[in-house]
């Protein structure tokens, strides 16, 4: 057996500042397989989305802070949309979350003097207005990004609904066409993405309903918003209550009996952290992730199946991120007096290649996500009014981004195992695979769990000549809670480098390190 006969392995490695050698006296520890005709699916370019909210600092203060020297004539933090492109968001969620349950879009149209503030009854905040649906519309296409709104599925109406799509989308001379273009947009904005409200399973939302309840709701409001513009896609309220009692398969399998017809995307919502402060735990999340989405998955199978007119129906994890430190407090109000502005550190980073890598391993059902949020509260950006600072889960997030439209494929991983919280086992290496048939490159993304162990690991080609130049990225740093600030955001870097990898039989030698995300790029003919 090939992996069995590596008992003594050279790997030369060829760095930019020169070449050292790195001697394995033992067989590797673990072993990836990588099979390019293993296909799972497209990687979504829509899984590189992201989420602003009106909540805290995002919006205002964040993306838009009008008379602010660092912004443009129409408010936005030049800054922020600087990094934002480097960031590789290819689709914007607003204006809510939490947020939109309460919000009604009439009021957030027309000269900005004249919008009427409102008491913003999700956040406890005072609304302005001031930024509202033109400028989000406006912002995205100034990104070049695709627009994503939610819809008030809490206390607002199906005609609100239909009317904002109305607005947004209708070429034609119609009432709220002309509003649009009284507020200085001849052509309709065109947004194809539109969610039926927001986590209305939750007994924190304003106007939350119960499954049926909120079915119904969503169906006839799917019906009105597609005789508006029959081409859009709509992504109905999946469960995020997971409180003791809640019943979220309950949720899911209700919504999707009575909206397969209609809807093109299940959204599913979830946060995590780690207030025990035990690494390998936190890192083992991934779990419980792949497991929930592959409930879901069967979930949609079954609806699909008993469907009188079956459509393709994806999940959408609209809103993840790591989030436990910014959320003192037993209800909203108290939540929000911390501005969700979490301090991410580097164990956070890490926990970025998690997620991402269970998407990629679920690329043929999750076709969109959208990190939660872009600036400010709970975000990868951070600024003040002098300028701004990039977060440590920035990084992993940009440069996973660049494998969006590859293929993801289906690897075999065996590594050293262990058992978080004393159940299932699980290997300490997380591991997806992209490929881009193209440029006939694979990228091998490998996260190492083990807080103490460096894994010695054989990686084997099975379909194709492998190239022995291996492109490296990582993500490392010995304090896994070291965090970036004002001025100081250069500790927690990724480092690159390209290996001369010592081959045989179509495999090579590489030790990924004790805590570290790690990117290996291949040549693969």
């Known amino acids: 057996m090939i992996f069995a006969r590596r008992c003594n392995v050279v790997l030369a490695l060829s760095l930019a500042a020169g070449a050292s050698l790195a001697l394995y006296a033992q067989p590797p520890a673990a072993r990836i397989k990588i099979d390019t005709e293993r296909v799972i699916g497209r990687v979504d370019p829509l899984l590189f989305g992201n989420f602003t909210e009106h909540l805290g600092r995002c919006i205002y203060g964040g993306i838009f802070e009008e008379g602010s ?258 959320r003192s407090g037993t209800t909203e109000y108290e939540v929000a007096s911390t501005g969700l502005e979490e301090n991410y550190n580097f164990e956070d980073a890490l926990a970025m290649g998690m997620f991402l890598n269970s998407f990629f391993r679920h690329a043929d059902s999750v076709k969109m996500a959208n990190l939660a949020q872009l600036v400010n509260v709970i975000a990868p950006i951070f600024t003040n009014k002098q300028g701004m600072f990039l977060q440590t889960i920035y990084f992993p997030l940009a440069e996973y981004a660049k494998q969006r439209g590859n293929v993801a494929l289906s690897a075999l991983v065996r590594s050293p195992e262990y058992k978080p919280d004393g159940g299932r086992a699980l290997g300490y290496l997380d591991v997806s695979v992209t490929r881009d048939p193209k440029a006939g490159a694979v990228y091998v993304n490998v996260l190492n769990r083990s807080e103490k162990m460096d894994i010695a690991t054989r990686i084997e080609n099975a379909v194709g000549k492998l190239g022995s130049a291996v492109g490296v990225w990582e993500l490392n740093y010995p304090d896994l809670k070291a965090t970036h600030t004002f001025g100081d955001d250069r500790k927690v870097r990724p480092t690159t480098r390209t290996i001369e990898a010592s081959l045989s039989e179509n495999g090579f030698a590489y030790t990924f390190p004790k805590h570290s995300l790690t990117i290996l790029k291949l040549a693969v003919q």
Not at 241 to 257: A, C, E, Q, Y
């Open 69 to 326: 020297p660092l912004a443009d004539a129409d408010g936005f933090r030049k800054d922020v949309m600087e990094a934002t492109r480097g960031l590789g968001v290819t689709l914007l969620r607003w204006p809510g979350g939490n947020f939109a349950s309460g919000y009604n879009w009439k009021d957030g149209i027309g000269p900005r003097d004249r919008r009427p503030p409102r008491r913003d009854n999700a956040w406890g905040a005072l609304e302005s207005n001031r930024f509202g649906t033109d400028e989000f519309l406006r912002y995205c296409e100034r990104l070049g990004v695709e627009p994503y709104v939610c819809i008030n599925a809490g206390l607002g109406s199906i005609d609100d609904a239909r009317h904002w799509v109305e607005y947004c989308n209708e070429p034609g001379d119609t009432y709220w066409a002309r509003q649009r273009r009284k507020n200085g947009r001849e052509k309709p904005w065109g947004v194809k993405y539109w969610g039926l409200g927001n986590e209305i399973d939750g007994p924190w939302q304003l106007g939350h309903k119960n499954a049926e309840d909120y079915a119904r709701f969503a169906l006839e409001a799917a019906k009105a918003m597609r005789r508006a513009d029959e081409s859009i896609k709509l992504i109905a309220s999946g469960s995020s209550n997971f409180s003791p009692g809640s019943d979220w398969v309950g949720w899911n399998r209700t919504v999707l009996d009575r909206l397969n017809t209609e809807i093109d995307y299940l959204s599913l919502h979830t946060y995590i952290g780690n207030p025990e402060n035990k690494f390998e735990n936190f890192m083992a999340i991934s779990r419980d992730l792949d497991d929930r989405i592959e409930v879901v998955e069967g979930q949609i199978k079954a609806a699909l199946i008993r469907s009188p007119r079956p459509r393709p129906i994806h999940i959408a994890f609209d809103e993840w991120n790591v989030w436990y430190r910014a």
